[in-house]
């Protein structure tokens, strides 16, 4: 690979210009080794937040991160492949009932999840709730569980797209998160190493969601598609509304009780929704001839994600933790549910101990919010609209007034639809 | 002082927001004691590149940059002070003249200068191609030589703005240095810690210049003359052309010749117009009631030369190094000289030793390109244009290269006036 002045292509950047593919996978393989400094790749980062990348520049970008480390391949398993994404969101659980689902439709589910950092949870902390399930596998593991199993959620392993987690640390402490070609290419970078054969992105937008505006969202949502598309990876993806939460819960172990309700075949309307119209997204890009509903009426995903949780060691009929404080809170006026809030949730659920502020910081399982009401119903004064959950009754003060800022009683409210579009 | 979160106030910054003051004092000593990290404060930089400072808070900016450093003060010389600064051209030896005529007017030039990198040179570079001249002085002889001599040019001691010694090293090396707040506040951090109390700039524009556009030199004047009248220095800028080299020479001892041509009473006329524009702003801010213009006639300039000189260890009467290889560009057609290009110029000048591409690099004193022509002069084929002069022979090939793209013979040339516009 010819080597370039690093100087020189941050000013090129920030001049508005373009990398050639070889530039953009020297700036990824360089930063890698060290050769590019920090200082110089956070500048870089900054400019591309200014002038963005063009769809060339980032597919090479893209792929000299998932060249940094291994690539996984499931083309031996005898079985498509398919993978879910979601941005993340306040309620998220999606993963969870959708992963089963999926596998008992007959496409495996190699399913590489984070933990939670901020507002929103993560797949990884929600598992961890159930007593003695284990979020680390090793490839051969994960390869024999999606074999007998067909549907494995575990850590990503250190050895995939190593430059995008130096990246993405670089990004996190220099106010260079929010660039949606960075965003993508990190995004995608991982999903593409992890060996997918099709993927489903959940895009969502709103005031949980990381993208706020809809327009950003729908534009992350198309460069993902272009990348996944480019690189060979059937990729299709969902805008979905996250002003409000999703479903009744935010927390992990209140999170992983909804959606076994789901997995049973009850659950809140929006979970199922949505977990459906994943699921058929990821049954037919992967190219699978199956209903996701019978499956899900059939009980054969409730198999499924016991099968998922006792192969990482869990036990799906133990009893998921309770947290040792909690305080119901009440309506003050009667009127209609005009907005529950998604980001106030969010915020309350882990100011409650369910999220984190640092990397380092550990995470309460029993602690969230549990809403007992929807947008457009109707209350009365003194019914109960949530119960807050903690372990810790420092935090409740603190949780109830961002819960509190959750809720809005008026006069007549609506949910926009929960699926905005789709992107292919 | 109050503690900031350093990712908010970068994307502050990235969002088009704008520092308090106090948050503005924050970043410039946090970085200074390393609690923001390089890599933190290139991002930055980056966006205040694409987003700016508004008057306040770069003024702030600028007093937390002298705030991190000593500041010296004449205040007791019994003299005024007045101090110029370049933005940096070719042929640019305006310095060496002019400290000690406006010296001989009455007004002390207490002048901190730099080393060159690129292709412009560095004062203390051209003068430490008189034999025995030393640049390093402590500050009680940088003030006993004003007391004595009434001018010093001298390298600016570690003690002033270290901040910006950090922030620029940083800046180099991350392409953020074409930001006008940043030029503005790192120049005039430094010459208001240097504790002038008058200060003339020229800003340059043109293809040698460091802004190659007329309007961005105009900007950087204006923020630069906005910043010291804030601070409390009398500050006037000159806008002045360098499409075209200043005088004949570029390159170190080349230039000192020149220099002392203009203290004997002749030289090249734009480098004596530059000169005595310069002294004349000088000696007026300073409040003095002196014609340069007669105190260069008089030979007064060039005794006050010969004890700068001298005072520094330097021998005035000593012969200048001369180039061990010479060689000469003649015209390859008739016609009239339509451009002197000052890029193409300091290019060879460089290439044939008289520059450095880093900061460790050793100069030739002798080296560079001398001309023999001016803009508009009308030329026979075969005539001497320039003669390039190195010790070097192996760069003579590559210098010749840019001489010849340096000149264009054509039709009708006029040069530009070189004083452009006046601002203050």
Same mark, same amino acid.
Do not use: C, H, N, Y
């Given at each position: 690979m010819h080597a370039y002045d690093t100087v020189e292509l941050i000013r090129l950047k920030r001049d508005g210009g373009r990398f050639t593919a070889d530039q953009a996978r020297w700036l990824i393989a360089a930063y890698t080794t060290g050769e590019i400094a920090d200082e110089q790749m956070s500048a870089l980062a900054m400019a591309v937040f200014f002038t963005g990348m063009a769809d060339e520049e980032l597919a090479a970008w893209t792929q000299a991160i998932i060249d940094s480390g291994e690539r996984l391949d499931?083309?031996?398993?005898g079985r498509p492949t398919a993978d879910k994404h979601s941005t993340g969101g306040v309620?998220?659980?999606?993963?969870l009932p959708l992963a089963p689902l999926v596998a008992a439709c007959g496409v495996a589910v190699p399913q590489l999840s984070g933990r939670g950092l901020g507002h929103t949870g993560g797949t990884l902390d929600k598992l961890e709730s159930?007593?003695?399930?284990?979020a680390s596998l090793t490839n051969a593991e994960m390869y024999a569980q999606l074999e007998s199993v067909g549907a494995v959620i575990c850590a990503a392993g250190s050895g995939l797209a190593p430059a995008d987690k130096k990246l993405y640390a670089l990004r996190d402490v220099t106010?260079?998160?929010?660039?949606i070609p960075l965003i993508a290419s990190s995004i995608m970078g991982k999903k593409i190493a992890e060996g997918t054969g099709a993927l489903v992105l959940d895009v969502k937008t709103g005031s =949980?969601?990381?993208? #706020? &505006?809809e327009e950003s969202a729908r534009r992350l949502a198309e460069t993902m598609v272009r990348l996944g598309t480019a690189a060979g990876v059937t990729t299709v993806a969902l805008l979905t509304d996250m002003d409000t939460p999703l479903g009744r819960t935010a927390g992990n172990a209140l999170e992983v009780g909804e959606a076994v309700e789901v997995l049973a075949g009850g659950g809140p309307a929006d979970v199922v929704e949505l977990t459906l119209a994943l699921a058929r997204e990821m049954v037919q890009a992967a190219g699978v001839d199956a209903d996701p509903a019978d499956v899900l009426a059939s009980g054969r995903a409730m198999d499924a994600w016991r099968r998922m949780i006792a192969a990482q060691g869990?036990?799906?009929?133990a009893p998921l933790p309770v947290a040792r404080h909690q305080q119901v809170l009440t309506a003050t006026s009667k009127g209609t549910i005009t907005r529950i809030d998604a980001w106030e949730v969010g915020l309350a659920a882990w100011r409650l101990g369910? =999220?984190?502020?640092? #990397? &380092?910081d550990p995470v309460q399982a029993a602690a969230g919010v549990e809403l007992h009401v929807s947008v457009g119903d109707t209350v009365r004064a003194g019914q109960p609209l949530l119960t807050l959950h903690t372990?810790?009754?420092?935090?409740m003060a603190r949780g109830e007034e961002a819960a509190r800022r959750a809720i809005t009683i008026g006069g007549t409210g609506t949910r926009r639809p929960l699926i905005l579009d789709r992107i292919s």
């Open positions: 499931f083309s031996r398993l309620g998220d659980k999606i993963t159930i007593p003695g399930w284990r106010g260079t998160v929010e660039s =949980g969601a990381f993208m #706020k &505006e869990g036990d799906p009929a369910a =999220g984190r502020a640092r #990397k &380092e372990d810790t009754p420092d935090r």
